[in-house]
Structure formats: structure tokens, C-alpha cells
């Protein structure tokens, strides 16, 4: 969920460089927005805004401060330097884990995100 369209599509467009797949005005209230990241268009995400107080109290928090979505990288390194370059706030930098590379940032609300280079080994063992 989201607080607003707009200011939504500002942050995963131009500071995740995430690209935009539909916007479709549904009514004078509700869009149907869809973004997906960088790769082969395989996840997408709906950006669905809070339409009540409930809603509304949830946006920045739908996980209760757990980690909301796990986003995969081939470069961890190079998309790192992109969310520093592009001011997104990074609540753990860089690290190797057993898993690969990872990193958590927060998205314009305070979601978590992980953004993982898995290991390219037990990417092939997954095959």
C-alpha cells in the first residue's frame, strides 16, 4: 500500500529505476499501477493506495518492521552504489552471508527491503 500514486512511482521509478507496466485510471480515486524491477519482467508489483485510516495506518509498516520483500540483484555492488547515489535510506550496508551478498534498504514509507546477490553456486544447485 501506498499513501499516494505519484509520489510511489517517483521513488521505485526514479530512484530504483524500477519501470512502470500499466496506469490505468480506475476511478477518480483508484488507479490500477503496476511496476516491475530491472530483469526479465518476471515480478511485478501492484501499487494499491490506502483508501481508509486502517490502511493508511499500515503504509511503512505492512510487516510489522520485518523485512517486507526480497529483491534480487546480479550486482549487488553496483545497485548499492545506486540507492547511495539516489539518497535511499540503507538500514544495513553490504554484507556475505551463507546465501550471498546482501544488503536492507527502506523504501520511501519505511518498508525493509533485502536486496540479495545470491551466490552463484547455490544459484546453479537451486537448478
Known amino acids: 500500500m501506498v499513501k499516494d500514486y505519484d509520489e510511489a512511482l517517483s521513488f521505485y521509478i526514479d530512484k530504483l529505476g524500477f519501470r512502470l507496466v500499466e496506469d490505468i485510471v480506475m476511478s477518480e480515486t483508484k488507479r490500477w499501477v503496476v511496476i516491475t524491477p530491472q530483469g ?10 490506502a483508501a481508509t485510516e486502517e490502511q493508511l495506518s499500515r503504509v511503512g509498516n505492512q510487516t510489522g518492521g520485518r523485512v517486507f520483500l526480497f529483491l534480487h540483484t546480479d550486482n549487488l555492488d553496483r545497485d548499492y552504489n545506486n540507492l547511495v547515489r ?29 536486496m ?12
Not at 40 to 49: R, V
Not at 87 to 101: L, N, W
Not at 116 to 127: H, M, T
Open 116 to 127: 540479495i546477490e545470491p551466490n552463484k553456486s547455490k544459484a546453479n544447485d537451486a537448478v
Open 86 to 114: 539516489n539518497e535511499v535510506k540503507i538500514v544495513r550496508t553490504p554484507s556475505v552471508e551463507v546465501f550471498g551478498k546482501v544488503c536492507v534498504f527502506a523504501d520511501l514509507y519505511g518498508n525493509l527491503w533485502d
Open 40 to 49: 526479465n519482467g518476471a515480478c511485478k508489483l501492484l501499487l494499491a493506495k
